[in-house]
């Protein structure tokens, strides 16, 4: 099945942008290919967007995905990193290497790094937004609801109910016609594996989760460290 050609309701059907829903002129990736890593998976996810949207959270992305490689690896120096991308975005804005730099502090030997709250959050609307619209409808609001943790800082309780099923084997059917109804059938809608609720789009690097549980509740995971939700009612 061709995941640009679904028998969608036409009520569902929208040339707007899905972030501003003024007149959309370009195709956004949901993820961002910041977030992923060459050579990118085949068919990825693309949603309506205006030039301005489209590249108005790219700066916030490109922060967000070296500061949780740095994170991860203990260091804001490029040459003791792993992903190619990340070292060239340092390489070539050694400005905001010295941002991200400058919020790492020391406990004794531990090392504490001050997230910059707001551009994470802009990030999380950004792709929760692009994910609820490709796998089922455009939201005309933002969520309610958004939190985000490392997947460490979670007890085991938190943990299980993230990664699990919101509604366990009872779960309702999605929208007819949507991506994430065809997902639920069984059916292909692309080249991703699909682990329970979890379309995994690169594996290690990002994977999320669109659920219909009353409302619209979207899940993701950034470099298997960054846990984010977005939900709306």
């Given at each position: 099945m061709d995941?640009?050609?679904?028998?969608?309701?036409e009520r569902?059907?929208?040339?707007?942008?899905?972030?501003?829903?003024?007149?959309?002129?370009?195709?956004?990736?949901?993820p961002s290919k910041v977030l992923l890593d060459e050579p990118y998976p085949p068919q990825l996810p693309t949603v309506d967007a205006c030039e301005k949207c489209n590249a108005g959270f790219s700066s916030d992305e490109q922060y967000l995905s070296c500061?949780?490689?740095?994170?991860?690896?203990?260091?804001?120096?490029?040459?003791?990193l792993r992903r190619p991308k990340v070292k060239r975005i340092l390489d070539e804005k050694p400005k905001l290497r010295d941002q991200i730099q400058a919020s790492m502090t020391r406990d004794g030997?531990?090392?504490?790094?001050?997230?910059?709250?707001?551009?994470?959050?802009?990030?999380?609307?950004?792709?929760?937004?692009?994910?609820?619209?490709y796998e089922l409808f455009t939201q005309r609001e933002p969520p309610g609801h958004v939190e985000f943790s490392p997947l460490i800082m979670l007890s085991e309780q938190q943990r299980g109910d993230f990664e699990g099923s919101p509604w366990g084997q009872f779960a309702p059917w999605p929208e007819?016609?949507?991506r994430a109804f065809v997902r639920t059938c069984?059916?292909?809608?692309?080249?991703?594996?699909?682990?329970g609720d979890w379309v995994v789009v690169q594996p290690g690097r990002y994977r999320y989760a669109v659920n219909e549980t009353g409302g619209v509740l979207?899940?993701?995971?950034?470099?298997?460290?960054?846990?984010?939700?977005?939900?709306?009612?």
């Open positions: 995941p640009r050609h679904l028998p969608i309701d569902l059907k929208t040339d707007a942008c899905v972030y501003c829903y003024g007149e959309a002129n370009t195709r956004d990736h949901v500061f949780i490689e740095c994170v991860l690896h203990g260091t804001t120096e490029p040459r003791s030997n531990a090392l504490m790094w001050n997230l910059e709250t707001r551009r994470v959050r802009n990030v999380i609307l950004k792709l929760a937004t692009g994910h609820a619209a007819v016609g949507s069984g059916a292909k809608v692309d080249e991703f594996a699909q682990v979207v899940r993701m995971v950034l470099s298997e460290y960054l846990a984010c939700t977005a939900s709306w009612e």
